[in-house]
């Protein structure tokens, strides 16, 4: 045990020392929970012992970047945007954070427990606000669309639960190897569960009928465009994933694009949320609480100490989401 431990601290020791070369430090974690210990004179919007998720992305300073000076940097057009714990700027792993009120959800404490959940969920809240606003164009849909999850990952679970929230027929499609929980844990809050193993796309299509929306969740391009033919009519595909770079694939591309056309579908990514997706994803964090308490809280796996981080860091502890927890 002390071995594993000692060459994961040393492997990690080993890929820091490779971020110090490229930039000097980068403190990890844009997903937390922390509470407010101490307020500046100027803050009036949150108080000493809120619990609150801050944002992640923020803006760039060009002047013309019409969507970051919007407060909408999930849109920004720069690219020159940083954000906590990912990109120039340091997350919040750590025991103490400075943050502007301006980028901080406060929380009810009810959720307490769970909450480290909202900015995953985010995702999904930015993504299917997106839908929403594209399928206006088919005034005549009700509730009740036919949705299928890629990947059985905390986004692809956290998704598929605001799809079921939405009234959305949802199916999670997962090539994670013995599923079984996994099953259980997706059929507890109502949606469907198929495994790739025993289930091809082409049957996963049959059994779902029309294909109204993909959400993709899993970030391996290849397994997107498998899916991406058997879109439906009228449908959406959502992407979230962001894949590495592993050469190219064969896709037919007559196909994909007669299809676009023909059954005017339509393919977009989406990528961070804005503070509404933040308000949206503390409400429905809340209504998953409320309807689907056991299968929400076994999203997080396993809550570490500080001084045990390197192990769920490492990836090797096979578990949906873990959490470190840092300080009471
Ligand atoms: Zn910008």
């Known amino acids: 045990m002390w071995a594993s431990v000692e060459r994961t601290k040393k492997s990690l020791r ?17 997903e937390s929970l922390g509470e407010v210990i101490e307020i500046g004179s ?42 906590r714990g990912i990109n120039q700027r340091h997350g919040y792993m750590a025991e103490l954070v400075v943050e502007q009120e301006r980028y901080l959800n406060p929380v009810p404490r009810a959720l307490r427990d769970v909450a480290v959940l909202v900015e995953p969920l985010t995702i999904a809240e930015k993504g299917i606000a997106q839908l929403n606003q594209i399928q206006q164009r088919l005034p005549w849909q009700e509730r009740g669309s036919r949705a299928v999850v890629l990947g059985g990952g905390p986004v692809g679970l956290l998704g598929a639960m ?11 499609y997962s090539r994670t190897p013995a599923a079984s929980d996994l099953e259980k844990l997706v059929t507890s809050f109502g949606a469907k569960f198929a495994h790739a193993e025993t289930t091809s796309i082409a049957d996963l299509a049959r059994q779902v009928g ?25 449908g959406v595909f959502i ?49 998953f609480l409320e309807k689907w308490p056991a299968a929400l809280r ?17 990836g090797k502890s096979g578990c949906i989401k873990n959490v470190i927890a840092i300080g009471s």
């Not at 000097?24 to 974690?29: A, Y």
């Not at 029309?210 to 009228?234: Q, R």
């Open 42 to 83: 100027g803050v009036t919007q949150v108080e000493v012992g809120d619990i609150a998720v801050p944002t992640v992305r923020r803006p760039c300073s060009d002047p013309a970047c019409i969507a970051c000076r919007a407060d909408r940097q999930d849109f920004c057009y720069t690219g020159k945007f940083t954000e």
């Open 239 to 287: 992407f979230t994933g962001v894949p590495g770079r592993k050469g190219p694939t064969s896709v037919d591309t007559d196909t994909l694009m007669r299809d676009a056309v023909l059954k005017n579908q339509l393919i977009f990514g989406t990528v961070n949320a804005s503070i509404e997706s933040f308000a949206d994803a503390i409400a429905d964090i809340g209504s």
């Open 298 to 314: 076994s999203l997080i796996t396993r809550r570490w100490p500080l001084d045990q981080a390197a192990e769920p860091l490492a």
């Open 162 to 172: 605001k799809l079921v929230l939405e009234g959305c027929d949802t199916t999670v």
């Open 14 to 30: 080993s890929s820091t020392a490779r971020l110090l070369r490229v930039r000097r430090s980068l403190l990890f974690g844009h």
């Open 210 to 234: 029309n294909i109204d929306v993909v959400y993709e969740a899993v970030g391996a391009s290849s397994l997107a465009f498998e899916v991406l033919p058997y879109l439906g009519t009228n």
